[in-house]
């Protein structure tokens, strides 16, 4: 899935960023508009895409980065746990780790950097979150519309905001 409409910074459709408005309530809008404020083209950011595997109870967020016009460029990408469904529309995801992938900058060392990417372990972005405030690594993601084509989601916690994603393929089984 790729997303086409955001109601704020594209980043925020990762929903790390719903776990860390959980963790960090009182402080999370004044941090985020911190680095909402950075202009272009110092930051710019997108595309951003959702694999959804129920199989595998997977969700993988992946938002592009990059910074300096480019000249520093990465995937941040989260994966979580599909804890299971909530509801009609809801879905428990769990966030386990969050890693900068497809760093431009390691690419530039060459073997030497891929050395560095394939032995750098991911954050663990959830068990942070768990330290800080119990339960914020888990989050419910509304979908309220969802076809072949198009899916519209949301943050159980905001559910006025809509994420509009469309359907990027198909994968095996049961892949959303």
């Known amino acids: 899935w790729e997303l086409i409409y955001s109601p704020e910074d594209v980043t925020r459709s990762s929903p790390f960023f719903w776990a860390f ?3 960090f309530p009182d402080q999370s809008d004044q941090v985020f508009s911190i ?3 950075i202009p272009s083209p ?3 950011v997108g595309p951003a895409t959702q694999t959804i595997d129920m199989n595998a109870k997977t969700f993988v967020s992946r938002v592009k980065v990059a910074t300096l016009g ?3 460029t990465s995937i941040m990408t989260t994966r979580a746990t599909i804890l299971g469904v909530e509801g009609l529309e809801g879905m428990r995801l769990k966030i386990d780790t969050t890693k900068p992938e497809e760093s431009t900058v390691l690419q530039k060392l060459g073997p030497f950097g891929q050395l560095i990417n394939d032995n750098s372990p991911p954050f ?5 979150l768990e330290r800080v405030q119990p339960g914020s690594s888990e989050v419910v993601m509304q979908t309220t519309f969802c076809d072949e084509g198009l899916r519209i989601s949301r943050n159980n916690d905001k559910l006025r905001e809509v994420y509009v994603w ?3 393929g198909f994968g095996s089984g049961m892949m959303l």
Request: overall charge positive; proline content about 5%; charged content about 45%.
């Open 21 to 23: 408005r959980k963790a």
């Open 35 to 37: 680095t909402d404020s």
């Open 42 to 44: 110092i930051k710019e």
């Open 70 to 72: 480019g000249l520093a």
């Open 124 to 128: 663990p972005s959830g068990d942070a």
């Open 166 to 168: 469309k359907r990027k």
